[in-house]
């Protein structure tokens, strides 16, 4: 999978815009201002593409993102409090309605800061998914913030408390240093190959023949 193949697609706010396509996908979920857009500009080594923003709970938007020959989905980042009730439900509206539809996806990648035990928000996603029965790994963003002794015990910590749910994966992540960013490339490139089946199709289409439209 080559992550230099990356380039904005579009952002959707309303469900019925999510457009319908052959390839894989691979999600970001995680709280707002966990560090989604910093992951997603360093796997692809790209400095600005996707937007990072300073103010949480900016980006309403489902945006996706060409890589190689999957997407990337950019979920809303959930948690803010300080959003009006009424965007809010606008939010669960368009995140429930993406798991709803019959979709590609490949592998969710859900961001969890390192620094601190998950929240309420964050235990309630890793529920959904678990519920839902949607494959997904973790990212522990911001390691260059925690010191070297502790990052051992924090991901087996995490590792732990991850597990019953159904996580994949456990690793930790630095946009920053680039801790952990040539592993995670491998498991989502693995995740990309799982997907297209032995043969490169997901039972119909080869990778190298997705349509170079959305």
């Known amino acids: 999978m080559n992550y230099n193949m990356a380039e904005f697609v579009a952002s959707y706010g309303l469900a019925s815009q999510l457009p319908a396509g ?10 707002s201002n966990v560090g989604k ?21 900016k980006t309403a ?18 948690g803010y409090a300080r959003i009006a009730a009424g965007e809010r439900r606008r939010w669960d509206a368009l995140i429930n309605r993406y798991f709803a539809q019959q979709r590609p996806r490949a592998m969710l990648v859900q961001l969890l800061d390192c620094r601190h035990a998950p929240s309420a928000d964050d235990r309630q996603m890793l529920e959904y998914l678990r519920y839902h029965r949607v494959e997904f790994m973790v990212a522990l963003t911001k390691a260059d913030k925690l010191k070297k002794s502790r990052q051992a015990a924090a991901e087996g910590q995490f590792r732990a408390l991850c597990a019953p749910y159904g996580c994949r ?19 989502l ?11 490169g199709g997901a039972g119909a289409t080869r990778a190298e023949d997705i349509a170079d439209g959305v």
């Open 22 to 31: 052959p390839r894989p996908e691979i999600v970001f979920a995680g709280r």
């Open 37 to 57: 857009s910093s992951l997603i500009n360093k796997l692809c080594n790209r400095k600005s593409l996707a937007r990072v923003s300073a103010t949480p709970g």
């Open 61 to 78: 938007t489902i945006n996706f993102y060409r890589v190689d020959a999957a997407h990337f989905v950019d979920l809303p980042g959930y």
């Open 169 to 187: 994966q456990v690793l930790l992540t630095s946009a920053e240093s680039g801790q952990g960013i040539p592993e995670m490339q491998s498991a």
């Open 189 to 199: 490139a693995l995740a990309v190959r799982e997907f297209l089946g032995p043969e």
